[in-house]
C-alpha cells in the first residue's frame, strides 16, 4: 500500500522559513516524480513545485526564487525548503504522487505576525 506521510508546517512570522517534509512507502521512489500542492481556504489546490526522477525541478511563478523542493531517493523523502514566506502562502500543503494519483494528509502552514 502506498503512503505518503507530511511533516514540517506550523506558524511562522512573514519573512521566515520551514521545511516541509514527505516520506513515502510502498513505492520505488527514485522512479517517480513527486510534487507539492496547496489549498488555502475557498481555493482551489495549486500546485506548488514538482520533482523529477533526474532532480529536475518545476515551480510555480508565485514560489520562485523563495522555495526550494528536493529529494532523497536513500530515505524515500521529498521536501520542500520555504523562505522569505508571506501571509498569500498561508494554506494546507499537500505531498502528491501523480502517477498514482495519491495524495498526503495534508500539513497547516501559516504565515502571519
Known amino acids: 500500500q502506498v503512503q505518503l506521510v507530511e511533516s514540517g508546517g506550523g506558524l511562522v512570522q512573514p519573512g521566515g522559513s520551514l521545511r516541509l517534509s514527505c516520506r513515502a512507502s510502498g513505492i520505488k521512489f527514485r522512479n517517480f516524480i513527486m510534487a507539492w500542492y496547496r489549498q488555502a481556504p475557498g481555493m482551489q489546490r495549486d500546485l506548488v513545485a514538482e520533482i523529477f526522477p533526474s532532480y529536475t525541478p518545476n515551480y510555480a511563478d508565485s514560489v520562485k526564487g523563495r522555495f526550494a523542493i528536493s529529494r532523497d531517493n536513500a530515505k524515500d523523502t521529498v521536501y520542500l525548503q520555504m523562505d522569505s514566506l508571506k501571509p498569500d502562502d498561508t494554506a494546507l500543503y499537500y505531498c502528491?504522487?501523480?502517477?498514482?494519483?495519491?495524495w498526503g494528509q495534508g500539513t497547516q502552514v501559516t504565515v502571519s505576525s
Open positions: 502528491y504522487l501523480p502517477s498514482r494519483d495519491i
